[in-house]
């Protein structure tokens, strides 16, 4: 009996100890929908309106009711204390916030909308029931005068009013009855100085932007403490739609904030969709300049697609900031690669002189990051131009560059040319202020290569410009100089920097150094751009951009891309003839009958040869047009119709597919128009050829081939041996048909001598094999790195040449 006590006692403890813990952890403002017959023989401790306070019968706890008029036999418990003071206070505090709730409830309160507000009213004790009103979306409340009076108030964490907390929330039906029904004030700042309109920027919810400048305000444009406009704040956390509907309520752009105007910011946080905005409201903004550093958005920029965006609408690639920087001079400093190629590829300078007269070559020696040196130097950047210190790039480069980079970066330049020059000295004689040996001061009674060299250069300054030159009334020439250019995709990136290369040698234009321009594919392009004076520096550029939009996607690639480029570049209407000089040929292939046949595109009537036809036809072909009707993209489009990369022009195909080197092709035309003018009986307007200068596309290494063996397999693993082989018999077809080099240069130089022309082939050997549809800026700059050293390498043949097409 004694043994069942203890045990009874210990379990009353048990269960007195678990029920204390259960309370411990029970919510005591749980509410809970109760009967109000538990309430009878309570006493009632205090009423007012419909909430009611008692006191439970074992006079433990105080519980307060919420009488529903629409259950009466029912009542909501909005909490059960065991503190008569923290009762009555809370009770104080439900009596008047709750009344204007359920009296402008018309279907009364369910119990999860008050578990919510009574949450709400405990959490933040210091707002206004209109602030309470809108964090519950309450909307009907609003009207009633207990809640109206507060419409504008503050008191709320920040000094927001409930209009801020609308637009915070993002509601918009919120927003539209404060503003339409309540009148609520849009002009009223928090304690950081914000207007609802910085609060609606960051929502990135036009529609309340919209409701809120359905009336005007002054808030729309208002500087915040951290001088932020609404449109400030939108472009720094990218909410593109704000931003739009912001200009469409008349947001302004020309205000300055802490990071200038706010196409500044956009540019600073690389927030494209907000650029875009304001750059189509009010285009002019891609000039503005901040005022903290005279810069426009275009140094701003931190990527190249925001590099481009603005220079599509017309932004100043070279605009100067107070310390007379230029955009290039800040992507050097700031190490961004693609931003740099975009500005050089839109015609940036790169010998501009910016702070203490450095050049962006300047800056990059002193990064000492190599692509971007590269890709100056290849654009045209010079490495013997001095600061205001007298340092050159070069004698920064080896004062500066460190570590591993400095053996590759001075081997580079050297590989290009440069010198090692030093700060002029005014204590020393001008001889020993450089390591290159100072000019002898003898001279020979004749006139030596160089002399003949200055000569030349001096005479052609004084020639009319290629945009004014009358060919017609040049004197004639007793020899004709024809150019050829290969085939290769992007890599007549190749044959812009060799022709670049010449026409610095001669002085003048190509267009006016050659009489027959031959080109295939990519340099049938090229030998049109140059017939039509286009330049070559632009034509590098160019090519850069050209790449991105051509080669998009997986191949076979859209023709449109290619064709609009040609459209717009040699217009759509523009015929083969409406340029006589100098006479062009382009190679095509027309596959509408096999064996295919070779088509010369020219801008001249083809010569009567008079003989048979190569093949005996058993069909009929539709003839070809003649070069008064033939458009000069759509040449330019079928010589580019290279297979596999782009769809057939009609019934042509790449010229590159049986005469990539266009070189004989080219001089076997010559000598037929000049045996037709025989022929004709005009023979005293023959002239002969006096130079023949061929150009191409780089020689990618040679690399060893495991097998091009087909067979039939007769296991799985010759299976795989099988197709090893086979793509490499393919390749190595494809690569033997479309060869540029070896035996075609061979028969070519052998001709040139048989007939006593000089013949001049400048082709570079690449160090990676660069693919014709590559878009990488970096592989193309190394390519474009390459050909410069091969152009250094063949300084004396290139100068070689110029005089002697100075003197044809």
């Known amino acids: 009996m004694q043994h069942l006590l203890i045990s009874m006692d210990l379990f009353g403890r048990i269960f007195n100890t678990v029920n204390a813990v259960s309370n411990l952890f029970t919510n005591p403002y749980k509410v809970r929908e109760v009967p109000l017959t538990d309430y009878v023989g309570c006493p009632r401790i205090r009423e007012d309106g419909r909430i009611l306070l008692y006191r439970s019968k074992s006079a433990r706890s105080w519980e307060c009711l919420l009488i529903n008029p629409l259950t009466p036999q029912n009542a909501f418990r909005l909490f059960q204390l065991d503190s008569e003071a923290a009762a009555l206070q809370q009770f104080q505090e439900y009596a008047v916030k709750l009344r204007p709730f359920y009296e402008s409830a018309r279907q009364g309160l369910r119990l ?47 000094g927001c009013t409930p209009l801020h907390l609308a637009c915070r929330k993002g509601d918009t039906d919120c927003v539209k009855e404060l503003i339409e029904e309540c009148q609520a004030r849009q002009d009223i700042a928090d ?154 590829t839109h015609g940036a300078n790169p010998n ?109 300054s004084m020639v009319a410009s290629r945009d004014t030159v009358d060919f017609t009334r040049d004197a004639p020439s007793t020899r004709e100089r024809l150019l050829c250019l290969d085939g290769g995709g992007i890599r007549g990136l190749v044959l812009i920097q060799l022709l670049i290369a010449i026409e610095k040698a001669a002085g003048r234009p190509i267009r006016e150094l050659f009489d027959w321009v031959s080109g295939t594919s990519t340099g049938g392009i090229l030998a049109l751009a140059v017939v039509h004076g286009k330049s070559m520096e632009y034509l ?14 997986s191949r076979p690639y859209e023709s449109a891309p290619l064709e609009e480029f040609l459209k717009k570049e040699f217009g759509e209407h523009t015929k083969m003839t409406d340029v006589r000089h100098p006479k062009v040929m382009v190679t095509g292939v027309m596959s509408d009958r096999h064996p295919a046949e070779i088509h010369l595109f020219r801008n001249y009537n083809p010569p009567d040869t008079g003989r048979e036809p190569t093949f005996k036809s058993v069909a009929t072909f539709r003839p070809v047009t003649r070069p008064d009707e033939q458009l000069v993209w759509r040449a330019a489009r079928s010589s580019g119709a290279a297979p596999t990369y782009f769809r057939p022009m009609g019934r042509f195909l790449d010229g590159g597919l049986l005469s990539n080197n266009p070189t004989l092709d080219a001089m076997t035309e010559i000598h037929e128009y000049n045996t037709c003018l025989k022929r004709q009986g005009r023979g005293d307007q023959v002239k002969k050829l006096g130079v023949v200068v061929s150009l191409g596309t780089g020689k990618p290494p040679q690399i060893q081939v495991s097998s091009v063996d087909v067979f039939r397999p007769s296991n799985p693993w010759e299976v795989m041996k099988a197709a090893v082989g086979a793509r490499e018999l393919g390749k190595m077809v494809v690569d033997c048909c479309t060869d540029s080099d070896g035996p075609a240069v061979s028969r070519a130089q052998a001709w040139c001598e048989m007939i006593d022309v000089p013949y001049f082939r400048f082709s570079p050997q690449l160090q990676t094999d660069v693919m014709l549809d590559e878009v990488s800026d970096a592989v193309l700059v190394n390519m474009l790195w390459d050909t410069q050293t091969y152009i250094y390498q063949q300084r004396e043949q290139i100068q070689e040449l110029a005089t002697l097409l100075l003197t044809s």
């Open 112 to 158: 999860d909308m008050i578990q919510q507000l009574t949450d709400c009213l405990r959490s933040h004790p210091g707002w206004s029931l209109a602030h309470v009103a809108v964090e519950m979306g309450l909307r009907e409340s609003f009207r009633h005068n207990g809640i109206l009076r507060s419409v504008n108030s503050t008191e709320c964490d920040g």
């Open 352 to 460: 501009a002189r910016g702070e203490n007269g450095n050049t962006p070559l300047h800056l990059a020696m002193k990064k000492d990051h190599l692509e971007l040196i590269k890709a100056l130097m290849v654009f045209g950047a010079d490495v013997e131009q001095p600061n205001d210190f007298g340092e050159t790039p070069g004698l920064l480069a080896a004062r500066v560059s460190k570590g591993s980079n400095r053996k590759v970066l001075l081997s580079m330049l050297c590989n290009v040319g440069a010198q090692r020059c030093f700060p002029p000295d005014t204590q020393l004689p001008p001889a020993a202020s450089s390591p290159i040996p100072a000019p002898t001061t003898e001279r020979t009674s004749g006139i030596g290569f160089e002399d003949m060299m200055y000569i030349s250069t001096a005479l052609s």
């Open 191 to 344: 304690s950081n100085g914000e207007t609802v309109f910085h609060y609606a920027a960051r929502q990135n919810n036009p529609g309340i932007i919209e409701v809120l400048c359905s009336s005007p305000s002054i808030g729309i444009n208002h500087l915040s403490h951290s001088r932020e406009t609404p449109l400030h704040v939108a472009c720094r956390m990218g909410k593109a739609e704000s931003a739009l509907a912001l200009l469409r309520c008349h947001a302004r752009c020309d205000i300055v904030g802490k990071d200038g105007y706010p196409l500044h910011t956009a540019m600073k946080h690389s927030m494209k969709g907000c650029a875009e905005a304001i750059l189509e409201f009010t285009a002019t903004q891609a000039h503005a300049e901040d005022p903290r550093h005279g810069a426009t958005p275009l140094h701003w920029a931190k990527t190249a697609e925001m590099s481009q965006l603005l220079l599509q609408h017309g932004a100043n690639v070279n605009a100067l900031s107070r310390t007379s920087e230029t955009p290039l001079h800040i992507m050097v400093k700031r190490d961004r690669f693609d931003c740099a190629m975009v500005l050089l």
């Open 540 to 553: 590098r550029c160019l090519y850069f951009r050209m790449k991105n939009e051509v080669f998009r996607g």
